[in-house]
């Protein structure tokens, strides 16, 4: 194979990839069967398994929503964005503390998709 063929194929998987990306982004993942679920409320529901997000900012709402903005972030990752809203989760706990730079925040859930 000619080196030009060969950038051509790495070339071609690369654009496939980045295509497919999307798509995978927007389902699940798969890694969601390994842990227990039940319907709470209308949502399914992880009942064994928790995710922790951290966050900091100038104030208690950006720490906040940083810490949130980590937990979704992951749980995307791992999960896929079905599962990745904050909104949606179960048993949310979400604590802050002052510091003299601002503030940091910790927040944790179980998570459900609708």
């Not at 896929?80 to 989760?89: K, M, P, T, V, Y």
Request: net charge positive; with cysteine; charged share 15%.
């Amino acid at each position: 194979m000619t080196k030009d063929a060969a950038f051509r194929m790495g070339f071609a998987a690369l654009v496939l990839g980045a295509g497919l990306a999307p798509a995978l982004a927007q389902s699940e993942t798969g890694f969601a069967s390994m842990h227990n679920q039940a319907r709470v409320g209308g949502k399914l529901c992880m009942t064994d398994h928790w995710h922790y997000g951290n966050g900091s900012g100038n104030t208690k709402a950006l720490a906040q929503r940083d810490a949130i903005g980590s937990w979704q972030s992951f749980t995307d990752f791992e999960y896929g964005s079905a599962w990745a809203r904050f909104s949606n989760a179960a048993a949310k706990r979400v604590s802050c503390s002052q510091s003299g730079s601002g503030y940091s925040c910790q927040v944790e859930a179980r998570p459900c998709r609708r």
